[in-house]
């Protein structure tokens, strides 16, 4: 048997396509095709491979956005084109006109097959008998070829060969010949024989039908390099093979895809490459490579070229590049950019942490300059005014001296330097010395009525857990802000009552409500800035309460009494432990 071998300088499909990996198949729909003839000047050197000349060339559009990626193509003797891609639909369409309508379907599918990825099909092969218009397809993943009836309409069989069953699943049929007197053949891009050979694999009739008889195995030699990609008979003893080989590489092609150092010293064919990609890489090696495939088998005169990031499962980056070369030939170059992208992330990492600590810093300094400013306003109005006022005096510098002692606490905390010193606690006492300083914030003065402040402690309490010192500051900082929303001659209460492991501190005033703002401080710092003038004093008070709860490992809300009045409910664990940072 004759053979014309054409051999082409790289990859050879029909058009350059789409690869849609776990998406479905495309549903039946209608198809409008554009055919633009091209010039003898775009298609240059196609214009003749050894004895074959080109009578036409066509650039065609498709409608449909699944229209491409062409492995397979039939012409009926009216004209009529079918083609296939290799996940598994079907376009059906003329050329003749400037426009064509068309139909796009799935191949058809029976049972849990309908299921299925669409990159388990990959459809390599198709042949049709121009006599029973009968359509057999070539699966090379699935290794398995199937029988269709006219139009598609119809599943007919299937079989997956024993004869190709130790071939390779990305370099075995990736061509299904059908010969006029009923024989098949196909041929095996990467399986060999023992002697070096492609092994070529030909059935006497239909390999679905079982009358058929076992096949014969042949061998074919392409040239030295290459690697069989395709195959068509041309008539009476005249076979066409389409052959591809990789033509320069350098080492560090092995060292970013883990290669075997000898590999490409044998100018391997491409699924080669993906092979050995896919044991070297098993998580997603094979699927990068086939993707990568697709780009660059593509003889459209048209092509353009591509570029792209790829970020590999064990972390590498690599941008990619693949140029298209005059003579038909493809480049595809590699960057390894892991280490300059860890950079980038890694300052963009740092970028947010400071703005962050920008807007804390903000937010901190909104509700400090107030609240720094405030007593000692106080204090030089009161001096210069009257002796009288030295009541407030006092509270205005003990008021000042909390609040220094507040920023040095918050700033710990923001560090992440706080301590705790868990110890049993007499929680009476602890109420006492809370007392004891918001008397000192909130002296007695004359022509006004005193706060009156209520006390509930059961007469047993179980012992708590706690920083005795945190304590205090959170039940002083409670009391203080209920006192703040509360009218002179008002109420406010502290009530503590034991809870299953858990102690409860309740504080309830009956007067203005706590704003949205200042219940938003309980739960983000950052809004406390929010807060007016009226009543910002108390959002570093009540950011403090927040913090030293949750290192207590407690939760804190805040609920609004009718008619008037706030509540807010501390709940500790009995045995508290720095359990998390405050935020």
């Not at 970020?311 to 280490?339: H, W």
């Not at 400090?368 to 400013?373: A, F, K």
């Not at 704003?515 to 929010?530: G, Q, V």
């Amino acid at each position: 048997m004759k053979r014309v071998a054409l051999i082409l300088f790289l990859f050879v499909l029909l058009m350059n396509g789409r690869h849609s990996g776990n998406q479905p198949p495309a549903t039946f729909d209608s198809l409008s095709v554009r055919a633009r003839a091209l010039s003898a000047a775009e298609v240059g050197d196609l214009a003749s491979y050894g004895p074959l000349r080109l009578t036409g060339a066509w650039q065609l559009t498709g409608s449909h956005p699944a229209f491409g990626g062409f492995s397979s193509l039939v012409v009926s003797d009216d004209g009529a084109l079918v083609a296939l891609n290799d996940t598994g639909e079907l376009f059906g369409f003329r050329v003749s006109g400037e426009r064509g309508q068309g139909f796009v379907k799935p191949l058809p599918r029976v049972g849990l097959e309908q299921g299925w990825p669409s990159w388990k099909w990959d459809s390599e092969s198709m042949q049709r008998d121009p006599v029973t218009g009968r359509s057999w397809v070539g699966f090379e993943f699935l290794q398995r070829i199937c029988r269709y009836a006219p139009d598609f309409k119809a599943l007919e069989g299937c079989v997956e060969p024993p004869a190709v069953r130790n071939w390779p699943l990305t370099g075995g049929m990736e061509s299904l010949v059908r010969f006029g007197d009923g024989r098949f053949m196909t041929i095996s891009e990467m399986g060999t024989t023992k002697n070096g050979a492609h092994d070529v694999v030909l059935w006497r009739g239909d390999p679905v039908d079982p009358a058929t008889p076992p096949p014969v195995h042949l061998g074919y030699r392409p040239p030295t390099g290459y690697r069989p990609t395709d195959a068509l008979w041309l008539g009476g003893d005249k076979l066409l093979i389409l052959n591809g080989r990789l033509t320069l590489a350098n080492p560090r092609l092995s060292t970013l895809w883990r290669l075997p150092t000898n590999l490409l010293d044998t100018k391997p064919h491409i699924d080669q490459i993906v092979e050995a990609v896919a044991r070297a890489l098993p998580e997603d090696g094979a699927i990068l490579w086939r993707d990568l495939k697709r780009s660059i088998v593509d003889l459209n005169p048209t092509r353009t070229d591509t570029h792209g990031r790829i970020t590999r499962a064990d972390g590498k980056m690599l941008d990619y590049a693949i140029t298209r070369l005059p003579d038909g030939q493809t480049m595809m170059t590699f960057v390894d950019v892991t280490e300059s992208a860890n950079y980038q992330n890694v300052l963009k990492e740092r970028n947010e942490a400071l703005v962050t600590a920008d807007r804390l810093k903000d937010a901190f300094v909104q509700n400090v300059s107030y609240e720094l400013r405030s007593p000692l306003t106080n204090i030089i109005g009161f001096v210069v005014k009257q002796k009288s006022y030295t009541d407030y005096i006092r509270a205005s510098s003990v008021t000042l001296g909390v609040l220094i002692d507040n920023i040095l606490d918050l700033a710990t905390v923001d560090a992440g330097i706080a301590q705790m010193r868990p110890e049993p606690q007499d929680v009476p006492a602890l109420i006492e010395k809370a007392k004891a300083g918001l008397a000192a914030t909130f002296p007695d003065i004359d022509g006004e009525e005193p706060l009156n402040i209520e006390i509930d402690i059961p007469e047993e309490l179980p012992v708590l857990y706690a920083d005795g010192t945190r304590i205090v500051q959170i039940l002083y900082n409670l009391l203080s802000t209920a006192a703040r929303f509360t009218e002179p001659g008002g109420k406010v209460r502290l009530s503590v009552i034991p809870r299953g492991e858990r102690m409860i501190f309740t504080v309830e005033d009956d007067g203005t409500q706590m704003t949205d703002e200042m219940r938003a401080a309980l739960s983000d710092r950052s809004d406390a800035a929010a807060t007016s003038a009226r009543h910002r004093g108390a959002g570093l008070g009540l950011a403090i309460v927040r913090s030293f709860v949750h290192l207590h490992g407690g939760t804190i809300s805040v609920e609004r009494r009718e008619p008037r009045g706030s509540r807010v409910v501390v709940s500790l664990p009995l045995a508290a432990a720095l359990t998390t940072a405050a935020e």
